[in-house]
T-cell receptor
Framework: DTGVSQNPRHKITKRGQNVTFRCDPISEHNRLYWYRQTLGQGPEFLTYFQNEAQLEKSRLLSDRFSAERPKGSFSTLEIQRTEQGDSAMYLC????????????FGQGTRLTVV | GENVEQHPSTLSVQEGDSAVIKCTYSDSASNYFPWYKQELGKRPQLIIDIRSNVGEKKDQRIAVTLNKTAKHFSLHITETQPEDSAVYFCAVYTGGFKTIFGAGTRLFVKA
């Protein structure tokens, strides 16, 4: 499968625990995005990487959220001290840096905080 | 920051009719406008896009129109089929390299 891959697909965690999600973008894509989607809403932008540099973070991304892309390939999104309000689908997308091009989405990681 | 509004939130049409979804945006520097279709439990997938130097683009039963002066763009689906039922999101690519999505339109096509 040469598309965007996200793991795990589902994660159930207790409130207060830390969770980490992984995204493997399409190999030649320089740009990588994280979005959060709740039921009935469009994806909300969280953060964006160009290669290994994190260029933009949304105000939605509190101090409990951190994202990395250490080698400019895969990325991780960590949520510390999870809260019930963090329950959502976390989507990763990637695209090429040249011009304004299509963002390809992964299947997402559905997080449920109980 | 960029604001994207999408209407209607729900749209129900009879099979064979046309469906139109509209979006407005605020940042006049925006220059790329994709539309995504998301089926239940699946990832958003691009169905059509338009760039700011073009006023209209068509791909079989799907078309998108862009009015840069008024800052709005629309998705048109003709001869709708039950498999067109899904949630459709408009999006706007901003100068900050991020794509901002509308809240989505849930389209129901009744057979």
């Amino acid at each position: 499968d040469t598309g965007v891959s996200q793991n795990p697909r589902h994660k159930i965690t207790k409130r207060g625990q830390n969770v980490t999600f992984r995204c493997d973008p399409i190999s030649e894509h320089n740009r990588l995005y994280w979005y959060r989607q709740t039921l009935g809403q469009g994806p909300e932008f969280l953060t964006y990487f160009q290669n290994e540099a994190q260029l933009e973070k949304s105000r939605l991304l509190s101090d409990r959220f951190s994202a990395e892309r250490p080698k400019g390939s895969f990325s991780t999104l960590e949520i510390q001290r999870t809260e019930q309000g963090d329950s959502a689908m976390y989507l990763c997308a990637s695209s090429l840096v040249q011009g304004n091009t299509e963002a390809f989405f992964g299947q997402g990681t559905r997080l449920t905080v109980v | 920051g960029e604001n994207v509004e999408q209407h209607p939130s729900t749209l129900s049409v009879q099979e064979g009719d046309s469906a139109v979804i509209k979006c407005t945006y605020s940042d006049s520097a925006s220059n790329y406008f994709p539309w995504y279709k998301q089926e239940l439990g699946k990832r958003p997938q691009l169905i059509i896009d338009i760039r700011s130097n073009v006023g209209e683009k068509k791909d079989q039963r799907i078309a998108v129109t862009l009015n840069k002066t008024a800052k709005h763009f629309s998705l048109h689906i003709t001869e709708t089929q039950p498999e067109d039922s899904a949630v459709y999101f408009c999006a706007v690519y901003t100068g900050g390299f991020k794509t901002i999505f509308g809240a989505g339109t849930r389209l129901f096509v009744k057979a």
